[in-house]
């Protein structure tokens, strides 16, 4: 980072007013859903200028730091997360001159880094597969980092007394405000725990002894929720709803304010969350299909007309290439075909639904190497104008012809490919399929002269990791 750069916007008296865009964001009512004798209204904080709710404890965590002279001029930012948080502190500190370094765990996604880093931050990758304690546990790392670093400030929103204030001093009083002062509930997720404390000290205060109800809804895997109901802390499992949902109780978070818990799976998240967008025109994260079901279970066992309020803490955007990706939601099981019982299930991309990314024999090998590369795969079907497959071409193909003489990326696919072709009838085996990819190849499934589509070695992989037992299946830790 150049000097100039890294120099504190303070020195201009004057931060981005992009920050003055952080909260105040709108409240719309349900229209479209059963909500039985109940109103319902979401909280968009997908409007935020980072698209979470994470802005607000951003703002206010690193205010709170330049406040208590913990953040000074030159400063650096330390937090250990890969999620909205990592968004919002890149957007805040990024925007205030600090420098910002976010330690995030291995199995986050490329895009997500890809956006904190797009934002100014620094990304230290950590491993996701070890607890706390463990010196390479993602927390520890930034706590560590922060005390080698000169000027290293480390956030830790799980035990940030700012993380809460943001909510209470800003969310809860803007909800109340556009409520007119009339509500009966608050539907919350848990990460940190902060929009939970929060908004629960702040309804407790101007509804006192627990006329506002705050109610929590949890992933199911989750150990929030049956600590909610019996006090009991059990092993967690795993989800896949992002943002929410625990497996240890936070510091900030004040479970004692939860009044009524909910326990929702990802596939009702996933299926709520889906139905918002195409319904209300809503477009949110993961979580706001668990809040959203939650809310819409307590609005219909209502028996008096109530109006609850709950979120939606995130935009869709982050998760195009999965919750609203049907050929993910097929390949993690949350939306299922018609079984045919044969090889045709293993078939992810079906050619007759326009499914498959194909080439033509007479299109330049150019073509086919950008067809790859933007759909992410290593081989493409040849297929004639009569829709039959004719050839394979996969990236050793390209290379043979191209690796001495560029310019042959101008000649036709059919210089180039393969017309040995391993085709498969729906009713083969899945050993048949292992030895077609024993030869190195892709299976063509063909019901008679009728092109199916495609197997590959990570179709078969996805079909067997649907069929694992459940109870075999390792829990995954969840980072906020
Ligand atoms: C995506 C996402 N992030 C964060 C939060 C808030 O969590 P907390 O304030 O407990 O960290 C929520 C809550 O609903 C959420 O859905």
């Known amino acids: ?103 995030i765990p291995d199995k986050m996604s490329q895009e997500k880094i890809s956006h904190v880093r797009a934002l100014g931050a620094e990304v230290r990758i950590t491993r996701s597969d070890v607890t706390r304690g463990h010196p390479e546990y993602y927390q520890d790392v930034a706590a560590m980092l922060a005390e080698q670093i000169p000027g290293g400030f480390y956030v830790n929103q799980f035990g940030n007394p700012a993380n809460p204030l943001a909510h209470e001093r800003t969310t809860g009083p803007e909800i109340w405000e556009q409520m007119r002062h009339d509500v009966d509930a608050v539907v919350v997720g848990v990460g940190s725990g902060g929009t939970l404390t929060g908004l629960g000290r702040f309804f407790n205060r101007v509804k006192p002894r627990r006329g506002i109800e705050m109610v929590l809804a ?56 889906r139905e918002l967008l195409r319904k209300e025109g809503i477009f949110g994260g993961s979580s706001t299909g668990t809040l959203l079901a939650g809310a819409l279970r307590y609005c219909r066992e209502q028996t008096k007309p109530k109006r609850v309020v709950t979120l939606v803490p995130d935009t869709g955007n982050k998760y195009l290439s999965k919750m609203y990706n049907n050929f993910w939601m097929a390949e993690q099981g949350f939306i299922h075909r018609p079984p045919h019982g044969d090889l045709s299930d293993l078939i992810s991309h079906r050619y007759e639904a326009g499914e498959v990314i194909t080439v033509g024999p007479d299109d330049s090998l150019l073509t086919a190497f950008k067809r790859m590369r933007d759909s992410d795969v290593s081989q493409l079907p040849v297929v004639d104008k009569s829709g039959r497959p004719i050839g394979i071409i996969d990236e050793s193909d390209l290379l043979v012809k191209v690796h001495r003489e560029p310019s042959h990326f101008n000649d036709p696919v059919s210089t180039a490919m393969t017309d040995q072709l391993e085709t498969l009838p729906p009713d083969a085996k899945i050993t048949d399929l292992l030895g077609v990819f024993d030869r190195g190849r892709v299976a063509i499934v063909m019901d008679g002269n009728k092109f199916l589509g495609l197997i590959t070695r990570t179709d078969l992989l996805s079909y067997l990791r649907l069929h694992m037992p459940k109870s075999s299946t390792p829990p995954e830790r969840e980072f906020v």
């Open 1 to 103: 980072m150049s000097q100039s750069s890294a120099a504190p916007a303070t020195e201009h008296n004057k931060s981005p007013e992009i920050l003055s865009l952080i909260g105040d964001t709108p409240l719309v009512e349900v229209t479209q859903f059963d909500t039985g004798p109940c109103r319902l209204f979401l909280k968009l904080e997908n409007q935020n200028p980072g698209g979470s709710i994470k802005d607000r404890i951003a703002l206010s965590m690193i205010e709170a730091a330049e406040a208590d002279g913990k953040l000074e001029l030159g400063g650096t930012v330390i937090e250990a997360t890969a999620g909205n948080t990592g968004l919002g502190l890149a957007l805040v500190a990024g925007a205030k001159g600090y420098r910002v370094v976010l330690v």
């Open 218 to 273: 949890d992933p199911t895997g989750s150990i929030l929720y049956e600590y909610v109901k019996s006090g009991q802390l059990v092993e967690s499992g795993s989800w896949a709803v992002e943002g929410i949902g625990e497996d240890f109780i936070p510091e900030i978070a004040d479970m004692s304010l939860v009044t009524e818990a909910y326990e929702i799976d990802d596939a009702d998240s996933f299926a709520a969350a």
